[in-house]
């Protein structure tokens, strides 16, 4: 028990550090190669936090742990909302662009009521099984897809934000990617592996476990990168990292889910689904409250104490 869970804190302390080499030398590539610092920023930084998700997705696929695939996406999208940006808006108050309330929010809204729609097939469609099929991840990268134009666009036009890119020489870039990669693939195997041992072992299931140590765990790289962005006074990327996070999640992440293999979905992963719901839309309501587009201290309070509320159900539910 004590060697599985040594074994998971190394794993997570693998995908971590995978994820920082990783950012740091694509960024340098990409800056070798003439690309913008703020399509970067957007592109190569966001996708850089979520590999985490990403890679223990992938593994949790090829072995066929269909609960962790779930609960770690939708784990972390209620972790994202309710902890991140409510420690974030308590570090100081979160100012949000028109842009981000209008598009952004009800973006990140539209993909937790797609992904709803396309696993529960029983209950929606009266099929025979509830599962998101290889044709639902294609629908879901495609839609991605499309995100990532929006993105392109609005970089023009919207953003004054600079990302600080360092360029290394070519060995060492090279070296950044590899040990990069190789800290992924270790982290997220050992993660999966030793999560599954010990919820065996302690009786719980593995959706508890998906739902907030591996979603906590692998969204660690967002809460450095929002909570460091609010103690700068740099309130866009402290949301627009949370934000386009959870749209990855959703669209990219369970879209190459599905390409590894079909995923079953279990119904009881619909109340989750439900705070999911209810975080987005009080984080899109929040921008109405107080003072006009911001999250103020006492709002982001109350995430905190809603994320707090979820996790009491949770090891209530088992």
């Known amino acids: 028990m004590l060697f599985s869970i040594l074994l998971f804190i190394v794993g997570f302390a693998a995908l971590v550090i995978g994820a920082h080499f990783l950012v740091n030398g694509a960024s340098s590539l990409a800056k070798r190669l003439a690309v913008p610092e703020i399509v970067i920023g957007l592109t190569v930084v966001a996708f850089g936090t979520s590999t985490p998700e990403l890679v223990v997705n992938v593994f949790a696929s090829l072995r066929g742990f269909n609960d962790i695939v779930f609960g ?156 460091v962005a609010a103690f700068k006074k740099r309130p866009d990327i402290a949301v627009g990292n949370i934000v386009g996070s959870n749209i990855f999640n959703i669209f990219f992440i369970l879209g190459v889910s599905t390409l590894v293999r079909s995923t079953s979905y279990d119904p009881v992963l619909n109340i989750d689904f439900l705070v999911l719901t209810i975080a987005t839309l009080l984080l899109f309501f929040t921008m109405f409250t107080g003072r006009k587009h911001r999250l103020d201290r006492w709002e982001a309070c109350l995430f905190v104490i809603g994320y707090g509320c979820y996790l009491t159900y949770l090891l209530y539910r088992k």
Do not use: M
């Not at 809204?109 to 599962?131: P, Q, Y």
């Open 72 to 227: 770690n996406v939708i784990g972390s999208n209620i972790f994202n909302i309710l902890f991140i940006l409510g420690v974030s808006g308590l570090i100081f108050p979160l100012s949000v662009q028109r842009n981000t309330v209008w598009k952004e929010i009800p973006f990140s809204l539209l993909a937790v009521l797609v992904l709803f729609i396309a696993v529960n097939d029983r209950g929606i469609f009266g099929a025979g099984d509830d599962i998101l099929s290889l044709v639902d991840g294609v629908i879901l990268l495609f839609i991605f897809f499309v995100f990532l134009v929006y993105v392109f666009f609005i970089s023009k036009v919207r953003s004054t934000d600079s990302f600080v890119v360092d360029v290394y020489p070519v060995g060492k870039t090279a070296l950044f990617l590899a040990f990069g990669f190789a800290g992924l693939f270790v982290g997220g195997k050992l993660v999966v592996d030793n999560a599954v041992l010990i919820a065996r072992q302690c009786g719980v299931s593995d959706k508890l476990i998906a739902l907030t140590i591996i979603a906590a765990g692998t969204s660690l790289p967002e809460l450095a990168t929002s909570s």
